[in-house]
């Protein structure tokens, strides 16, 4: 089946400093890859929309400037919190799509645990 | 607006009590309904696409059912590796791509 990785699985870094966070498909090219946060208890929130080789889509109240997506090939989107603060906290988990595929089959990867201290 | 609405919040089951998880949904033009399964502290696990009413789906002691409002996921003599949170999400035709998942029900199988 298609597999989705996270990494790191966990980070946990200063307050300012930033963070990046990679989504991988592994054994399948994946045109559109989503970004979702997940607060503890809390149900996913999209942040994103990532298509390869073109800007990220936001969600409404999604900061652009803070929250980086880089979508540079079919099997790579990267996720960077710009200048982390305690309230950026939360689980961040990634999606992918893959190519010629509808938008129904979404595989979902570990998930990414950012503390801010 | 799409909305999806899970209940209960919590489940508390005993080892082989039977019940079932409601999803309620308001979405314009249904694309699929899924659900997944999410342990503690990873991602979630793929179990079930319905796309019309009247579909149903199963999976070992799981059996999803939808209508067109709302969707169940049946658990049959539930074991204790049944415990999870179980989140149900709709795509619409208005939202590209986009899933729009309910807050999830975490239940509790206890041997």
């Known amino acids: 089946g298609a597999v989705v990785s996270q990494h790191p699985s966990w980070v946990i870094c200063k307050s300012g400093t930033s963070v990046k966070i990679e989504c991988r498909s592994l054994?399948?090219?994946?045109?559109?890859m989503f970004w979702y946060r997940q607060f503890p208890k809390q149900s996913l929130m999209l942040m994103a929309t990532s298509n390869e080789g073109s800007k990220a889509t936001y969600e409404q109240g999604v900061e652009k400037d803070k929250f980086l997506i880089n979508h540079a090939s079919l099997t790579l989107s990267t996720l960077t919190v710009t200048s982390a603060h305690p309230e950026d906290s939360s689980f961040y988990i990634c999606s992918a799509v893959t190519s010629g595929a509808s938008y129904n089959e979404q595989f979902f990867g570990p998930g990414t645990r950012l503390t801010v201290l | 607006e799409d909305q999806v609405t899970q209940s209960p919040e919590a489940l508390r089951l005993q080892e082989g009590e039977s019940s079932s998880l409601n999803c309620s949904y308001t979405v314009s033009g249904l694309r699929g309904l899924f659900w997944y399964r999410q342990d503690p502290g990873k991602g979630p696990e793929f179990l079930f696409t319905l796309y019309s009413a009247g579909e149903e789906k199963e999976k070992e002691r799981l059996k999803a059912t939808l209508t067109k409002k709302e969707s169940f996921l049946h658990i049959t003599a539930p074991k204790p590796e049944d415990s999870a949170t179980y989140l149900c999400?709709?795509?619409?035709?208005?939202?590209?791509?986009?899933?729009?998942f309910g807050q999830g029900t975490t239940l509790q199988v206890k041997p």
């Open positions: 999400a709709v795509h619409g035709s208005s939202n590209t791509g986009k899933l729009i």
């Open positions: 054994d399948f090219q994946a045109t559109t």
